[in-house]
């Protein structure tokens, strides 16, 4: 953890003085993209330097402490308590912030939701998930745009891709990727009989342009025309994207804008999401050992959470969470589930990571 709040510090100080280059200041488009960058890990780096300074007063105290001069060693052994329970609030705090790891702070993602097995209640079902996110996002004040949409005849959806941001939308969404499964009768049994489907959600933290160096030749692009549900809706001309990327084999297909340019804008983030994520999950291979105690892996074949109609009851399998409040989740309130994980992840990072003098 110290290692990942040293680099946040340093990554910050850099960006702070690309903020004053007049070259950079010069460039409208990159100055944004710089200050955009600065602004999501400001709270950390700021945070962590002034943990680094209280750090450097509690070693001039200790030295202090050895003075021969008794009244210097008598004021530094009065001061170390105090700027020790200083020291412990502040780390208290940067644990907080990190909860969900680096990328805990970042004030974008991309949600990706498709029906599992389960056929077109799956699909019904990918659609209430995307409702409960979409209500939880505006309790939350969080922006929501859908990038990519492929409905059903029935308003279900096979899958869909949506972009929110806001305050704290990957520290409490990343708890949300993995698979989801749904028990309950369905409008088409005539027999009452309950089914169980599911749906797969992937959240990925979306990255700032300077963080994915992706350049046109590293990817191919195809251009196709759009198509609709049941043959509608069919896009006459040819605007509908599709990108491959050489050497992961990622491909994102992008067809939901009329536009050729605003489907390959579209296209290109939610690339460069994933291509931020898959090496993201290679670093974390390196790494498994150390965060085996982290709640949940992030698998998206992982199945994390039950939503049971009949019992009105949802539970969350990675920390045994039953709650009979499935109306009221469904139904766009979030938080009891979510606090539940972060409050289980903050007792993992308490019980692991302590403080030296």
Request: charged share 35%; proline share 3%; with cysteine.
């Amino acid at each position: 953890m110290r290692e990942m709040l040293e680099e946040k510090l340093a990554r910050f100080e850099e960006l702070e003085r690309a903020m004053s280059d007049p070259a950079v200041q010069a460039d409208s488009s990159r100055m944004a993209t710089v200050a955009r960058e600065h602004g999501s890990i400001a709270r950390l780096a700021t945070k962590y330097r002034t943990f680094r300074k209280v750090n450097d007063e509690i070693a001039e105290l200790l030295e202090m402490v050895q003075s021969s001069d008794p009244d210097e060693r008598e004021m530094a052994e009065a001061e170390l308590p105090v700027i020790r329970r200083r020291r412990e609030k502040i780390w208290d705090e940067l644990l907080e912030l990190t909860i969900g790891g680096e990328d805990a702070n970042r004030t974008r993602c991309v949600m990706e939701i498709r029906a599992g097995t389960g056929g077109d209640e799956a699909a019904l079902f990918a659609r209430d998930l995307y409702d409960m996110y979409k209500r939880h996002a505006e309790t939350k004040g969080w922006k929501v745009e859908i990038l990519d949409a492929n409905p059903t005849e029935l308003g279900g959806f096979k899958e869909i891709t949506l972009a929110l941001s806001g305050e704290g939308v990957y520290r409490e969404l990343r708890y949300e990727s993995g698979t989801h499964r749904v028990q309950r009768v369905p409008e088409t049994e005539a027999k009452g009989r309950v089914h169980t489907s599911a749906a797969t959600v992937a959240v990925l933290p979306e990255p700032e342009d300077v963080e994915v160096d992706l350049k046109p030749d590293d990817y191919r692009k195809d251009i196709f025309h759009a198509s609709g549900p049941g043959g509608q809706h069919v896009n006459k001309t040819a605007s509908a994207i599709r990108l491959t990327h050489y050497e992961t084999g990622i491909v994102v297909s992008m067809q939901d804008e009329k536009s050729q340019h605003k489907n390959l804008a579209k296209a290109l983030r939610v690339l460069k999401s994933r291509l931020y994520d898959h090496y993201q999950h290679l670093e974390d291979a390196k790494r498994a050992s150390e965060r085996k105690n982290m709640v949940g892996t992030g698998d998206r074949s992982q199945k994390i959470r039950t939503y049971n109609f009949p019992e009105n009851r949802v539970t969350d399998h990675r920390i045994h969470l039953t709650l009979h409040k499935l109306d009221m989740i469904i139904g766009g309130n979030l938080q009891p589930v979510t606090d539940a994980l972060i409050d289980h992840d903050r007792g993992q990072l308490r019980g692991t990571m302590g403080i030296d003098d």
